[in-house]
């Protein structure tokens, strides 16, 4: 309903969650057992999307969510979801280093820095790899005004951006749009099952064929 309603009123943008039910403020069981796993969720997301699109009627760009912490993982369901899919949305994953980055400025501040932290350093300037690009876009007088909470997102988003253009380029990908979803291989017969993306041994084999028929 949502696709197809999104679509009719021409929406600019859809987020489809395949995370658990509820919130953290929720029952454990609603918590682990409800709602659909992300995968299978959006396997299901696009194969509408197609449905409609195939009819010729206007598709809204798509937005996966549901439990995505690693470039990898955002590739990936670029990829499924392609050409629909045009962002990744992170939730946890993002608060976390928020929370560190929190944290840290409490313990510098209480000359408290757990070994865990203190052996990438013992100032700012160590600890946060991304202190300088920072530094260099807002000015070093700015930076004193910064939480550290907002340079761990900063560092985090960077190791998501650049982790997903090396990806990207190793696929030969430069830009989201020339994702398709035969960047992907199905590790499962369940999977291909799922996803409609061919399974290991199945995938191109049609060209593998050709190459020893020529």
């Given at each position: 309903?949502?696709?197809?309603?999104?679509?009719?009123?021409?929406?600019?943008?859809?987020?489809?969650?395949?995370?658990?039910?509820?919130?953290?403020?929720?029952?454990?069981?609603?918590?682990?057992?409800?709602?659909?796993?992300?995968?299978?969720?959006?396997?299901?997301?696009?194969?509408?999307?197609?449905?409609?699109?195939?009819?010729?009627?206007?598709?809204?760009?798509?937005?996966?969510?549901?439990?995505?912490?690693?470039?990898?993982?955002?590739?990936?369901?670029?990829?499924?979801?392609?050409?629909?899919?045009?962002?990744?949305?992170?939730?946890?994953?993002?608060?976390?280093?928020?929370?560190?980055?929190?944290?840290?400025?409490?313990?510098?501040?209480?000359?408290?820095?757990?070994?865990?932290?203190?052996?990438?350093?013992?100032?700012?300037?160590?600890?946060?790899?991304?202190?300088?690009?920072?530094a260099n876009i807002v000015g070093k007088d700015e930076?004193?005004?910064?939480?550290?909470?907002?340079?761990?997102?900063?560092?985090?988003?960077?190791?998501?951006?650049?982790?997903?253009?090396?990806?990207?380029?190793?696929?030969?990908?430069?830009?989201?749009?020339?994702?398709?979803?035969?960047?992907?291989?199905?590790?499962?017969?369940?999977?291909?099952?799922?996803?409609?993306?061919?399974?290991?041994?199945?995938a191109y084999r049609q060209e593998a064929e050709a190459?020893?028929?020529?």
């Amino acid at each position: 309903m949502a696709i197809k309603w999104g679509s009719k009123a021409k929406i600019d943008l859809l987020t489809i969650d395949g995370a658990s039910g509820g919130t953290r403020m929720s029952p454990w069981r609603m918590m682990e057992e409800w709602g659909m796993p992300s995968l299978y969720l959006h396997a299901a997301a696009y194969e509408f999307c197609k449905k409609l699109a195939d009819r010729g009627e206007r598709v809204p760009d798509i937005a996966f969510a549901g439990g995505f912490s690693s470039e990898d993982g955002v590739f990936k369901a670029l990829a499924l979801g392609a050409p629909f899919t045009k962002a990744v949305c992170m939730g946890r994953a993002l608060m976390i280093p928020g929370m560190v980055g929190k944290n840290i400025a409490k313990w510098i501040e209480e000359d408290d820095l757990p070994k865990t932290v203190h052996e990438y350093g013992t100032t700012i300037e160590e600890i946060f790899v991304c202190y300088e690009e920072v530094a260099n876009i807002v000015g070093k007088d700015e930076m004193k005004k910064i939480p550290l909470g907002a340079l761990g997102i900063y560092s985090y988003s960077q190791k998501i951006k650049i982790g997903l253009q090396q990806l990207m380029a190793g696929a030969r990908c430069f830009d989201i749009a020339s994702i398709t979803r035969r960047e992907l291989m199905s590790l499962t017969e369940e999977c291909a099952k799922v996803t409609g993306i061919p399974y290991l041994m199945d995938a191109y084999r049609q060209e593998a064929e050709a190459i020893l028929q020529g």
